[in-house]
């Protein structure tokens, strides 16, 4: 009680149900056995459900070894640990029958302390940790080191990793798996992961079975390959990213999109195949070269934007841990991007058409979409300065009717308007159309 179980679940906006609400709190005039077989009922009525939710339980409901039974089978139980004193602080006063006296709040509470303990899968310590639980997502400096505990299930593992972090990373991560890694693969670092013939070498290779699990450790081309070569491989296996990258930390390992790219295009051919689990542990990156860190850090700034939260002045650890449940956040509410995903294409419009216009080469994503968070800064009227101080972007050096042309391009692709995200006064719009003159003219901007 006060730990603010009621806040978070209601501000996760995901499907919540909260037991407490549905047991009449008078009911504790016929004594609490009463009290808690109707609440067994009630948390047995929801955990039933076969829809993912959030349950906000009563702190007392663990005390019934039915709840419990029913936790273990049924859900991922996180616990809010909060200081006694805080807790108090929220409840004192509110009349609520189990908040009478200081005294009694702390002996129930030393009291239930070890039960919570018992049942908890993970300890929140705030909204961001809940969503991460609710997302598979395990954030933790030296993380690495613990793979094989933290990689679901018992299985055999296939270790896919880039060449590269292969050669600097790939040892811890073998160790720490231990006898559960029957095969390792390596793909070459960079896109050329992301091609079919790639991913036909790796299905050919591969000798797990449907209970084995594949570990993705590398960036972002990594784990979108390794993400795509599970979800079609014996028609889906189980995997798990061990995102090494900033890029991927921060994005390209949260949400189970993968994919790989066709002459045509990047990212044209995937699946969505949300993983069994994911390891991110931010002192990977402390080998990652800068130019790589600038790159995830142009999805860092347009986190924090979309959240309104200065991401990008935190340490790595806080900051990884913020943007990976900012972005989890949003995923969840909105798994197969039908609606309200399409936000954290912040800026991607203008950046995908100054990437195309430059043939792929030469004009990094990182600093595409740096280019293209000025524009949509600009044309949501807000200042620009974050910006232009963080990621410093360079106009680009293109062909101004070619990112044109690809911009109109992408709006063949969406019905026959443009849409953009832009930042509204209630937070972030998707599907905005503006006036092409307006668009163009920020287009340019961005062109040296
Ligand atoms: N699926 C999604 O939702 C999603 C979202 C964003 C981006 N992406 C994809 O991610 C890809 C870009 O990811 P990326 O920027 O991580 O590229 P990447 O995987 O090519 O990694 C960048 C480089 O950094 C190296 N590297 C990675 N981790 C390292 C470490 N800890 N130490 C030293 N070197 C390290 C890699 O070997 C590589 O050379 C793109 O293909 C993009 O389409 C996917
Ligand atoms: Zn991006």
């Given at each position: 009680?006060?730990?603010?179980k009621?806040?978070i679940?209601?501000?996760?906006?995901?499907?919540?149900a909260?037991t407490?609400?549905?047991?009449?709190?008078?009911l504790?005039?016929?004594g609490?056995?009463a009290f808690?077989?109707?609440?067994v009922e009630?948390?047995?009525?929801?955990l039933?459900?076969?829809?993912?939710?959030v349950v906000?339980?009563g702190?007392?409901?663990?005390?019934?070894?039915?709840?419990?039974?029913l936790?273990?089978?049924?859900a991922?139980v996180?616990?809010l640990d909060?200081d006694?004193?805080?807790?108090?602080?929220r409840?004192?006063?509110?009349?609520r029958?189990?908040a009478?006296?200081?005294?009694d709040?702390?002996?129930?509470?030393?009291?239930?302390r070890?039960?919570y303990?018992?049942v908890?899968?993970?300890?929140?310590?705030?909204?961001?940790?809940v969503?991460?639980a609710?997302?598979?997502i395990?954030v933790?400096?030296?993380?690495l080191?613990?793979?094989?505990?933290l990689v679901?299930?018992?299985g055999?593992?296939?270790?896919?990793s880039?060449?590269?972090?292969?050669?600097?990373?790939?040892?811890?991560?073998?160790l720490?798996?231990?006898s559960?890694v029957?095969?390792?693969?390596e793909?070459?670092?960079?896109?050329?992961a992301?091609?079919?013939?790639?991913l036909?070498?790796l299905?050919?290779?591969?000798?797990?079975?449907?209970?084995g699990t594949?570990v993705a450790?590398g960036?972002?081309c990594t784990t979108d390959?390794?993400?795509?070569?599970?979800a079609?491989?014996l028609?889906?296996?189980?995997?798990?990213?061990?995102?090494?990258?900033?890029?991927?930390?921060?994005?390209?390992a949260?949400?189970?999109?993968?994919a790989?790219d066709?002459?045509?295009?990047?990212n044209?051919v995937?699946a969505?195949?949300w993983p069994a689990?994911?390891?991110?542990?931010?002192?990977?990156?402390?080998?990652?070269p800068?130019p790589?860190?600038?790159?995830g850090?142009?999805e860092?700034?347009?986190?924090?934007l979309?959240?309104?939260?200065?991401?990008?002045?935190l340490p790595d650890?806080e900051?990884?841990?913020?943007c990976?449940a900012?972005?989890?956040?949003?995923?969840l509410r909105?798994p197969?991007e039908?609606?309200?995903?399409?936000?954290l294409?912040?800026?991607?419009?203008f950046?995908?058409a100054?990437?195309a216009?430059?043939?792929y080469e030469?004009?990094?994503h990182g600093r595409a979409v740096?280019l293209?968070?000025?524009?949509?800064l600009r044309?949501s009227?807000?200042?620009t300065?974050v910006?232009e101080e963080?990621?410093?972007?360079?106009p680009?050096?293109?062909d101004?009717?070619?990112?044109w042309q690809a911009?109109?391009?992408d709006k063949?692709?969406?019905?026959?308007e443009?849409?953009?995200?832009l930042l509204g006064a209630n937070g972030?719009?998707h599907?905005?159309?503006l006036p092409?003159a307006d668009v163009r003219?920020?287009l340019?901007?961005l062109?040296?």
């Amino acid at each position: 009680m006060g730990a603010g179980k009621t806040t978070i679940a209601r501000s996760l906006g995901l499907p919540n149900a909260e037991t407490d609400a549905n047991v009449p709190i008078d009911l504790f005039g016929d004594g609490e056995a009463a009290f808690r077989a109707r609440e067994v009922e009630v948390v047995r009525a929801i955990l039933e459900r076969t829809e993912p939710v959030v349950v906000d339980l009563g702190g007392g409901a663990v005390t019934t070894p039915e709840v419990r039974a029913l936790l273990e089978e049924h859900a991922t139980v996180v616990w809010l640990d909060v200081d006694v004193d805080v807790a108090w602080q929220r409840v004192e006063g509110t009349g609520r029958p189990l908040a009478q006296s200081y005294d009694d709040f702390k002996r129930l509470y030393e009291e239930r302390r070890p039960v919570y303990a018992e049942v908890a899968d993970v300890v929140a310590r705030d909204a961001s940790d809940v969503v991460l639980a609710a997302a598979g997502i395990h954030v933790e400096r030296g993380a690495l080191q613990r793979l094989g505990e933290l990689v679901p299930g018992h299985g055999a593992v296939a270790l896919v990793s880039d060449a590269r972090v292969a050669g600097i990373h790939g040892m811890d991560a073998q160790l720490a798996l231990g006898s559960r890694v029957a095969e390792t693969h390596e793909l070459p670092p960079g896109e050329e992961a992301k091609t079919l013939a790639t991913l036909d070498r790796l299905w050919q290779d591969l000798r797990l079975d449907r209970s084995g699990t594949i570990v993705a450790l590398g960036g972002g081309c990594t784990t979108d390959a390794a993400g795509f070569g599970a979800a079609a491989y014996l028609r889906g296996i189980t995997w798990v990213p061990v995102p090494t990258s900033l890029v991927a930390q921060v994005d390209a390992a949260i949400g189970g999109k993968t994919a790989i790219d066709l002459p045509q295009g990047k990212n044209l051919v995937g699946a969505f195949h949300w993983p069994a689990g994911t390891v991110i542990d931010p002192a990977l990156l402390e080998t990652l070269p800068e130019p790589q860190r600038l790159e995830g850090m142009a999805e860092v700034v347009k986190t924090g934007l979309l959240a309104d939260e200065p991401f990008w002045e935190l340490p790595d650890d806080e900051l990884v841990r913020r943007c990976a449940a900012c972005k989890a956040e949003i995923c969840l509410r909105d798994p197969l991007e039908r609606g309200e995903r399409a936000i954290l294409n912040l800026g991607h419009t203008f950046a995908h058409a100054l990437e195309a216009a430059a043939g792929y080469e030469g004009v990094t994503h990182g600093r595409a979409v740096a280019l293209g968070l000025l524009a949509a800064l600009r044309l949501s009227g807000r200042d620009t300065r974050v910006v232009e101080e963080v990621l410093r972007p360079r106009p680009a050096r293109v062909d101004r009717e070619r990112a044109w042309q690809a911009m109109q391009r992408d709006k063949k692709v969406r019905d026959g308007e443009l849409r953009l995200v832009l930042l509204g006064a209630n937070g972030p719009e998707h599907g905005v159309a503006l006036p092409e003159a307006d668009v163009r003219r920020e287009l340019d901007r961005l062109i040296a």
